[in-house]
C-alpha cells in the first residue's frame, strides 16, 4: 500500500454512484480512481494496482460477477466488495463464489462501506508467494520473474500467462480457460493470439537454450511441467 490507506478502485456504470463513493472513501483516506465499465475497471487494475475493488455487481455488458472472475485470476491479492440490490442467500453466494471478499446490499452507509473495506483489507495484507517449477522462479510480491540465474523481463500480457500456467503447473489447461483468464470473457481478438504470446513466453523462458516448460497437448491445451 501506499502512504494512504490505500488505493480503492469504484466501479459502477452510474457516474453519480461513483463519484459520491468517492468523495466518501477520499474523505476516509483513500486514494480512489473510478470505472463506469468492466473494460475501463481492468484497464485501472493492470496500470494502478488498487488494493481493492468497491465493485457494483449489474452493470451493462462484462457484468460485476464476470469481471469479479477476472479480476480474481490476475490479482489474488486484491481485495473486492461487491455491491448489489439483491439481498438472496443465493445472490450472495453467487458473489463470493465469484471470489469476492464481502458483499454489501444496498442501500448502505459510507461508514457501513468503509467498515466493510477496512475488514477485507486486513484480511487481504500481503502475503509473499514465490511459484517454482524446475529451476524457474515466479516471485509475486517483487513481480520477478528467473530461470536459473537469468531474471526476465516480460510485459504485462506475457506475466500475466505465465502466472496462469504456473499456477496450474502440471494440469492441462485449455486454451479457451487461458484466453478468458488472460484477456477476458468477453474477449474479441483474434483466435490465434494466445499461440501467439505462448511463442512470445517460450522464446524469453528459453533463450539460454533451457529445456522447454510450456508444453503443447495437442487437442486440449498447454500445460507448464519441468519434465513431460
Same mark, same amino acid.
Given at each position: 500500500m501506499d502512504e /494512504? /490507506? +490505500?488505493r480503492i478502485l469504484v466501479v459502477d456504470d452510474d457516474e453519480g454512484v461513483t463519484s459520491i463513493l468517492a468523495r466518501g472513501l477520499r474523505r476516509e483516506g483513500y486514494d480512489v480512481a473510478t470505472a463506469l465499465d468492466a473494460d475501463r475497471a481492468l484497464e485501472t487494475v493492470r496500470g494502478w494496482s488498487p488494493d481493492a475493488l468497491v465493485l457494483d455487481v449489474v452493470m451493462p455488458g462484462t457484468d460485476g460477477l464476470a469481471l469479479c472472475r477476472i479480476v480474481r485470476a490476475e490479482r489474488p491479492d486484491v481485495g473486492i466488495v #461487491? #455491491?448489489?440490490a439483491k439481498d438472496g442467500t443465493l445472490? !450472495? &453466494?453467487?458473489g463470493l463464489d465469484a471470489g469476492a471478499d464481502d458483499y454489501l446490499v444496498k442501500p448502505f452507509s459510507l461508514a457501513i462501506l468503509a467498515a466493510h473495506l477496512r475488514s477485507v483489507m486486513r484480511r487481504r495484507e500481503p502475503k509473499a508467494e514465490l511459484f517454482r517449477e524446475g529451476d524457474l522462479q515466479v516471485d509475486m510480491s517483487a513481480r520477478r520473474v528467473r530461470r536459473g540465474p537469468r531474471d526476465i523481463a #516480460? @510485459? @504485462?500480457t506475457?506475466? =500475466?500467462l505465465l502466472l !496462469? #500456467? &504456473?499456477r496450474g503447473a502440471g494440469r492441462v489447461i485449455p486454451k479457451k480457460e487461458l484466453?478468458? /483468464?488472460v484477456w477476458g470473457y468477453d474477449f474479441g481478438g483474434s483466435a490465434n493470439v494466445l499461440e501467439v504470446y505462448i511463442g512470445y513466453l517460450r522464446d524469453k523462458l528459453e *533463450? *539460454? +537454450?533451457?529445456? =522447454?516448460?510450456?508444453?503443447? &497437448? /495437442? +487437442?486440449?491445451g498447454y500445460t507448464l511441467r519441468a519434465t513431460l
Amino acid at each position: 500500500m501506499d502512504e /494512504r /490507506r +490505500g488505493r480503492i478502485l469504484v466501479v459502477d456504470d452510474d457516474e453519480g454512484v461513483t463519484s459520491i463513493l468517492a468523495r466518501g472513501l477520499r474523505r476516509e483516506g483513500y486514494d480512489v480512481a473510478t470505472a463506469l465499465d468492466a473494460d475501463r475497471a481492468l484497464e485501472t487494475v493492470r496500470g494502478w494496482s488498487p488494493d481493492a475493488l468497491v465493485l457494483d455487481v449489474v452493470m451493462p455488458g462484462t457484468d460485476g460477477l464476470a469481471l469479479c472472475r477476472i479480476v480474481r485470476a490476475e490479482r489474488p491479492d486484491v481485495g473486492i466488495v #461487491l #455491491l448489489t440490490a439483491k439481498d438472496g442467500t443465493l445472490d !450472495q &453466494v453467487a458473489g463470493l463464489d465469484a471470489g469476492a471478499d464481502d458483499y454489501l446490499v444496498k442501500p448502505f452507509s459510507l461508514a457501513i462501506l468503509a467498515a466493510h473495506l477496512r475488514s477485507v483489507m486486513r484480511r487481504r495484507e500481503p502475503k509473499a508467494e514465490l511459484f517454482r517449477e524446475g529451476d524457474l522462479q515466479v516471485d509475486m510480491s517483487a513481480r520477478r520473474v528467473r530461470r536459473g540465474p537469468r531474471d526476465i523481463a #516480460l @510485459s @504485462s500480457t506475457e506475466y =500475466r500467462l505465465l502466472l !496462469q #500456467l &504456473v499456477r496450474g503447473a502440471g494440469r492441462v489447461i485449455p486454451k479457451k480457460e487461458l484466453t478468458e /483468464r488472460v484477456w477476458g470473457y468477453d474477449f474479441g481478438g483474434s483466435a490465434n493470439v494466445l499461440e501467439v504470446y505462448i511463442g512470445y513466453l517460450r522464446d524469453k523462458l528459453e *533463450a *539460454a +537454450g533451457e529445456p =522447454r516448460l510450456i508444453h503443447t &497437448v /495437442r +487437442g486440449a491445451g498447454y500445460t507448464l511441467r519441468a519434465t513431460l
